[in-house]
């Protein structure tokens, strides 16, 4: 067909010369075209397609959400073992007990917020050993701040400084459970701690390096001679977990668990000085201030809590 086009020799009223320059098989193209385009199709498939892994974890993500159970009158996200676990791991939301749930650790609860449940109080004395594991921000110093004060607690574990529990990975989670740390070793610092502004100035720290001696200076801060009760009742107050409130003659008014401390307070306005085995809030102090208490004796502070002048706050 080609060679017989070459023999054309006029075109119309015109004469012509045709010569053939290739021959092209448009077929040709077409399977390039096709190639091309299914290269595009199948790079696409495999960019939304998901790896066999993938595919696993999402799978056991989907068994462990299942899982999680609501638990008390809250509706608290827990692990399926909080009920039947001797121990208890509190955390502070859902997303960082299903993270647990990765590592087949099923004894978390969650708090969900800053104001810790009743419930898990309550659940914080039929347990142990109990651990707090918590966000590495502000908010999960908050949290621990409020445990300290109303929960039994035994160890604190913390995520890296600005990471949450629930971005953690497996090895990050159990090296942090690992490195968990005794209460005992966070509020007792051994250092004897005077909150008391003066026109706006200093804070005044001692240290204090036996318990004869932590006592008298108590005493002298308080300007009370030495046969002041005050110091047994410190005592007394370590020993049974209970806050102490004392009235200006040195007498007991009550003897609360720190957690009640709070609510019941105001029943008491002769109280003058507070013994709190606990860490003192923004709220408790408040209340004090309010009620005219002279002082405070506690085991820490709530992060940078403000101390007004009018009122005197010893950590032991």
Same mark, same amino acid.
Do not use: H, Y
């Given at each position: 067909m080609a060679a017989t086009i070459e023999t054309? %020799?006029?075109?119309?009223?015109? %004469?012509? /010369? !045709?010569? +053939? =320059? @290739?021959? =092209?098989? *448009?077929?040709? @193209?077409?399977? =390039? /075209? !096709?190639?091309?385009? &299914?290269?595009?199709?199948? #790079? #696409?498939? @495999?960019?939304? %397609?998901?790896?066999? $892994?993938? *595919?696993?974890?999402?799978?056991?993500?989907?068994? $462990?959400l299942s899982e999680i159970k609501k638990w008390g009158p809250e509706n608290l996200p827990a692990g399926p073992n909080v009920d039947i676990s001797s121990d208890l791991i509190i955390v502070e939301g859902r997303a960082d007990v299903l993270? +647990?749930?990765? *590592?087949? *650790? =099923?004894? &978390?609860?969650?708090v969900e917020g800053t104001q810790i449940p009743k419930s898990i109080i309550e659940l914080t004395h039929n347990k142990s050993p109990i651990t707090a594991f918590l966000d590495g921000d502000r908010g999960g110093t908050i949290i621990l701040n409020e445990l300290l004060q109303v929960a039994h607690l035994d160890y604190v574990a913390r995520a890296p400084d600005g990471l949450e529990v629930e971005e953690l990975t497996r090895k990050q989670m159990v090296k942090a459970l690992q490195n968990k740390r005794p209460v005992s070793e966070i509020v007792n610092n051994k250092i004897l701690s005077v909150d008391i502004s003066r026109k706006g100035k200093t804070v005044i720290e001692k240290k204090i390096k036996d318990s004869k001696n932590k006592y008298k200076n108590i005493l002298k801060i308080l300007k009370l001679n030495k046969g002041s009760k005050i110091a047994e009742y410190i005592s007394n107050s370590k020993i049974t977990k209970k806050a102490i409130g004392i009235d200006s003659e040195e007498n007991i008014l009550f003897e609360l668990d720190?957690?009640?401390?709070?609510?019941?307070?105001?029943?008491? %306005?002769?109280? #003058?000085y507070l013994i709190l085995d606990g860490i003192l809030s923004k709220r408790l102090i408040s209340l004090a201030i309010k009620m005219k208490i002279d002082a405070i004796i506690c085991v820490g502070t709530e992060e940078n809590l403000k101390i007004p002048r009018q009122i005197k706050v010893i950590k032991v």
């Open positions: 054309v %020799s006029r075109v119309g009223p015109c %004469s012509a /010369q !045709i010569d +053939l =320059k @290739d021959i =092209k098989d *448009i077929r040709e @193209d077409k399977r =390039k /075209q !096709i190639i091309k385009r &299914a290269t595009e199709l199948l #790079k #696409k498939w @495999d960019e939304n %397609s998901p790896e066999p $892994r993938e *595919i696993e974890e999402q799978i056991s993500q989907d068994i $462990r993270n +647990l749930m990765r *590592i087949d *650790i =099923k004894n &978390a609860i969650a720190t957690s009640e401390v709070f609510d019941n307070l105001s029943e008491f %306005s002769t109280i #003058k």
